[in-house]
């Protein structure tokens, strides 16, 4: 079965720190995934995604993603967070036709 | 920006009422799919189309629910007798299915449904 589990529902990081934002995946195939934000009240929008190039994946905003196939993660990092980074971010996994959603990671960024 | 689009953004009903959303995707983009989200959730996979035909539907889908994708462009979805279960976002996205078996679905803003 394929899922997608986000490790940390919520995350914590004071501005101009690092940003962690944990994923791991199971897929009985080779997998794509992806990183999207949700704004509060808006759509989602892609961040980032991997589809069996490059391991390490560059994103918009200073965003960027490493596939680990030994360790079936895809966890998402920014060096410098900013304000208005806080948000919602979800890993998603494609599935054969559709996307499989994590549960979420609400970003918090302290002034 | 051409981007998808839904309408209405925002819709407020009575229980038992019919509402009906529309969602324009990317002008070339053959798939289009439907997710719901409720409050503090993950979107979930409601219903999708490649052109014109509906090629799988969620068991969350029950019969109160009916999508349409007429000519392959805009889709609706349609809820009849709403209840109060059904207040959510409905996310429309769409995506163009490449030869490699590959594709990036776009969201829309979504429409937010409220249920009284």
């Known amino acids: 079965a394929q899922s997608v589990t986000q490790l940390d529902s919520h995350v914590s990081v004071s501005e101009g720190t690092p940003v962690l934002l944990r994923c791991n995946y199971s897929?009985?195939?080779?997998?794509?995934l992806f990183w999207y934000v949700q704004h509060p009240n808006k759509g989602l929008q892609l961040l980032l995604k991997?589809?069996?190039?490059?391991?390490l994946v560059k994103g918009i905003n200073g965003f960027e993603a490493e596939f680990k196939k030994s360790e079936t993660s895809f966890h998402l990092t920014k060096p410098s967070a900013h304000m208005s980074d806080a948000a919602e971010y979800f890993c998603?996994?494609?599935?054969?036709?559709?996307?499989?959603f994590g549960t979420g990671t609400r970003l918090k960024v302290l002034a | 920006d051409t981007g998808v689009s839904q309408d209405p953004r925002h819709k407020i009903t009575k229980r038992g009422q019919n509402v009906t959303f529309r969602c324009d995707p990317i002008s070339e983009h053959n798939r289009l799919y439907w997710y719901r989200q409720t409050l503090g959730q993950g979107p979930e996979f409601l219903t999708y189309f490649q052109n014109e035909a509906q090629l799988e539907k969620s068991r969350l889908l029950s019969d109160r629910f009916s999508a349409e994708r007429p000519k392959g462009s805009f889709s609706t979805l349609e809820i009849q007798r709403t209840e109060q279960g059904d207040s959510a976002m409905y996310l429309c996205?769409?995506?163009?299915?490449?030869?490699?078996?590959?594709?990036?679905?776009?969201f829309g803003p979504g429409t937010r449904l409220l249920v009284l």
């Open positions: 998603v996994l494609s599935g054969t036709y559709k996307y499989i």
């Open positions: 991997y589809t069996s190039a490059a391991t």
């Open positions: 996205a769409s995506s163009l299915l490449g030869a490699s078996g590959k594709e990036t679905q776009y």
């Open positions: 897929s009985s195939y080779s997998p794509s």
